[in-house]
């Protein structure tokens, strides 16, 4: 129990160490590895069920922190929506981290078979 939280705490300061655009950055990276997660799930592909929880929390863990700079700042709760309605809809839509790097490793596979 006491280690779980030790690493809690240690994810927390790494957390609240990075920019509010690479807090941004990552909560759109780990939302698409979710719905990739949904997507193996419906498909019914092997994959860790843990995962789902571990990257909820670390999305509400950096969303909290985001907030947190808000109220730091005087951003009152409905202005803080109307922000967060922009950002969403100034979302470029990209894939996820993984599947960015399967298809790396496909093009690199390609390169070779081609040479």
């Known amino acids: 129990m006491v280690v779980r939280m030790a ?3 240690e994810e927390m300061k790494e957390i609240r160490a990075k920019t509010t655009e690479e807090l941004n950055e990552e ?3 780990l939302k698409g590895e979710l719905f990739m ?3 193996q799930k419906s ?5 860790k069920s843990s995962e789902f929880g ?6 509400a863990r950096m969303l909290t922190v985001k907030r947190e700079r808000e109220i730091e700042e005087g951003i009152n709760k409905r202005l ?6 922009k950002w969403k809809k100034s979302i470029v839509v990209r894939p996820p981290p993984s599947l960015r790097k ?3 490793e496909q093009k690199a596979a390609e390169a070779e078979k081609s040479t």
Do not use: T
């Open 102 to 104: 399967k298809q790396e």
């Open 43 to 47: 498909a019914r592909n092997e994959f």
């Open 27 to 29: 909560v759109i990276d």
């Open 7 to 9: 690493k809690r705490e």
């Open 80 to 85: 803080s929506r109307q922000l967060d309605k």
């Open 37 to 39: 997660l949904r997507l």
């Open 54 to 59: 571990r990257m909820r929390k670390r999305i």
